[in-house]
């Protein structure tokens, strides 16, 4: 079982920058890829970027491509997000999760095969 903790998340004015931190622990040997998702008040889950664990590839949703980066610490048993400029439209509740695949799809990010998700850290994105 793979346990995963979110850490990072606060109040930023827009324009601003945060780091997400997701901690991944247990039974990693057969990951296919750890994703972050965020859940705001009244709207859809929206998939927001993915790390293929084998080959370190990267992917993201339109909406934050080109702000967000993902990518994974040197033991590889943390993933990081990234986030600059950050506008108000990113505030929300920010997961992360282990994934059985993906698909980049007219412009969204579909996370599949979500086994394993953390408690989820909240960015507040206000001035």
């Known amino acids: 079982q793979v346990q995963l903790v979110e850490s990072g998340g606060g109040l930023v004015q827009p324009g601003g920058s945060l780091r997400l931190s997701c901690a991944v622990s247990?039974?990693?040997?057969?990951?296919?890829?750890i994703g972050w998702f965020r859940q705001a008040p009244g709207k859809e889950r929206e998939g927001v970027s993915c790390?293929?664990?084998?080959?370190?590839?990267?992917y993201y949703a339109d909406s934050v491509k080109g702000r967000f980066t993902i990518s994974r610490g040197n033991a590889k048993n943390t993933v990081y997000l990234q986030m600059n400029n950050l506008d108000p439209e990113d505030t929300a509740v920010y997961y992360c999760?282990?994934?059985?695949?993906?698909?980049?799809?007219?412009?969204?990010?579909?996370?599949?095969?979500?086994?394993?998700w953390g408690k989820g850290t909240l960015v507040t994105v206000s001035s």
């Open positions: 790390i293929s664990v084998s080959d370190g590839n990267t």
């Open positions: 999760a282990t994934l059985n695949s993906f698909k980049y799809n007219s412009g969204r990010l579909d996370l599949y095969g979500m086994e394993s």
């Open positions: 247990g039974f990693t040997f057969t990951l296919y890829a």
